[in-house]
């Protein structure tokens, strides 16, 4: 007997990702700082998402903090 075949019904199917915001109050100066460095992680996972191939050795040094 072979290996029975996956469904192809859930191949196609997304998961919806929902997002819980809570509100935190800080001083504008370290919400700046925060406000850029998040926006810095978001461009870079974006762009990464939208290359092809494999990572390069070099920017797997570049960000090592990253989960």
Do not use: C, H, W
Request: aromatic fraction near 4%.
């Amino acid at each position: 007997m072979g290996r029975k075949r996956k469904s192809v019904e859930n191949i196609g199917q997304k998961k919806t990702l929902s997002i819980n915001y809570i509100q935190v109050l800080e001083a504008e100066d370290l919400f700046l700082e925060r406000k850029e460095a998040v926006q810095e992680l978001i461009v870079k996972m974006v762009l990464l998402s939208s290359k092809r191939g494999r990572p390069s050795k070099n920017e797997d040094k570049e960000v090592p903090y990253a989960a």
